[in-house]
C-alpha cells in the first residue's frame, strides 16, 4: 500500500486542466518539433459550469502531467493530442433524488500515435514497465497511486477509430 501526504481542498478541475494543457505547451520541446496540437475540449458541465473535485491538487498535476506528456511522447508527427472532461452529472440528472453523490468527472487524454504495445498491457501500471528510451516507467503505476487514493479509477484503452491511446480517469464530483 503506498501512502502520500495528502492535502484535499476543492478544486475547480477545468482551471486545473487547462493550465497544465498550457505550461505543457510551452515547455515541452517535442510539441514544437512534432508539430503536435493540443486541445481541450468539453471544458465545462452540461450547464456551462466547471466541475469541482475534491482533490490533492498537486498530485492530480502529476497525474494529467504524465498521461498528457506520455501522449505527446507517443503520438506521432502532425499528431493530435485531445484532453476532454465528461461528467455522470446529466446521466444522474433525472433520479437524483435517489442518487447521493453528484456523480464523477472522467478526464481523457487521447492521442493518434501508434497505441499501446500488446506486450505490456497486462502490466501498464506495474513499476518500471516502459517502451520509452527516456522514461523510467513509474509514471502510470505513481498516476494509479493517487487516483485510488482520491477514490477513483483509471483505464487505457487503444483507440478503436484509427490508431492511438486514450487512458481515462475519474474523479468524484463535489
Ligand atoms: N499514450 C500512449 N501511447 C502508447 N503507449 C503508451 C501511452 N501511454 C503509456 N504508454 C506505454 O506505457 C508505458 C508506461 O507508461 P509510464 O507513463 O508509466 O512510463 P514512461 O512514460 O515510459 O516513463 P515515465 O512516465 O516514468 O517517465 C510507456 O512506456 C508506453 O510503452
Ligand atoms: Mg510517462
Known sequence: MHT???TINRNVLNEKIRN???DLSNTCLQVGEKGLEIQFLNDKNYNGIDYYVNADKSR???VLSNLINNAIKFAGVNGV???SIKG???LLSDI???VEKNGYAFISTKDNGNGIDPEIQSRLFSKFTTKSDIGTGLGLFIAKSIIEIHDGKISPENN???GGATITFSLSLD
Open 4 to 6: 502520500f501526504d495528502t
Open 20 to 22: 497544465v494543457v498550457k
Open 60 to 62: 492530480v498535476f502529476q
Open 81 to 83: 493530442v485531445t484532453i
Open 88 to 90: 455522470t452529472e446529466s
Open 96 to 98: 437524483s433524488d435517489t
Open 160 to 162: 478503436k477509430d484509427g
